[in-house]
Structures are given as structure tokens and as C-alpha cells.
């Protein structure tokens, strides 16, 4: 039988509400959520994306060409999305060339690692890391100013439908995958949720 994105879901539930449910984001959505915190996590999520981006890339570069439209409207959006980071960080006079805190690095080091896996654990991998912001940030509900911008920018319809594309990418994928390469998804799945908490408890953790 084919694994699927929802069965990963069920299965390991308990560690998927770790990696979308934070007392980071809850704080967002209180406005309690210190300057100190956020902005760490803005300059390391920064980090994250520009080695994300590279992901994508290589993502394209093995996908079929059905799952092209899809994936390069992911790559456009990437584009938009880096530019975003550097007007955010520019507000807040942020500088954005900072070195990697060593969650952040472990979790671009891993999605450089999954360059040497087949393409549906890679579809997954992507599907995972779009799906966390997609629900971590819309989760906590309405957020206050200036949080409610970020909350928008992966809780948004559009976004939320790029992710349900991904979805099905990663599901046709694994249809036709080996049993072996269905659990090589399914450990990149876990491990994409392990690396997105541990990835807002190093922005938390930042507070003085
Ligand atoms: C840590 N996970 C992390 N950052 C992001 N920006 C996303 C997922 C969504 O692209």
C-alpha cells in the first residue's frame, strides 16, 4: 500500500503538533512575544530560505515536468519572499548577514543532505517544511500588528493552496515509490518536524 501525506500526519501527530504549535507563535498572537525573540528568528529564518531556495532549485532540477507549473510558481515566490525578509529587516534595523545559530544550521546542513535522496522523500521534505509554516502561523488565529503580516504570508489562501499542491505532488510521488523510499519519506518527514521545533525554540530561547 502507498504512504500518503495524510497518513504521515496521523502517524505522527503528536510530533507534528510540536512542530506547529509554539508558545513562540502563541506569544506572536498575544503581542507578548519579545523584540529580542522575533528578531532572531527573522535573520536565521533568512538564513533558512536562502539555503530553502537551493532546495527548490534541485527540487526542479530531478521533478517530472508535470510537477513543473507548480514548483516554479514556488521558486517565483521565493524570490518575492527574500525580498520581503530584507524590507522587514531593514524596519527593524536588522542586519541580515548573520552566521547561523547551530539549529538553523543543522536544519540547512539537512536539506543540503537531501539532495542524495530520491525525489518523492524530497517532495515530502518539501511539502513538510511549506505545511509547518502553513499551519504554525495560521494556528494560533488573528494575529495583532506587526505579526499579523508574517501570520498572512503563510497563512494566506494562496499559500494555503500551494501547500495542498504540494501535497498531491508529494502523494502521486509516493504512489508509485518503493517500500523503501516510502520510509525514507516518512523519516524525512519526521525529521523536518523535529528541525521546525527545535527551529522556534532557538528563537525563543534568544530572550535575555
Ligand atoms: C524554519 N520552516 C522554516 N522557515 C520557513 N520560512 C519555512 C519553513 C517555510 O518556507
Redo the contacts with the bound molecule.
Sequence with gaps: MSLSCNQLLEKHRQLWHEATVHPFLTQCQQGTIKAEQFNTWLVQ?YQ??LE?TRMLARIVAIAPQSDFDILLSGLSAIKDELNWFQAKASERSLYLDVPKQPTCAE?CDYMHSLALSPYPVQSTALWG??F??NQGWQLPGTMPAPYSEFADR?GNPGFTEYVKQLERLADISLETASETIQEQAEEAFVTVAKL?KD?WQMAFNSAQ
Design positions: 529564518d533558512f530560505v530553502f536544519y517544511i511549506e509547518a509554516y503563510w521546525e527551529f
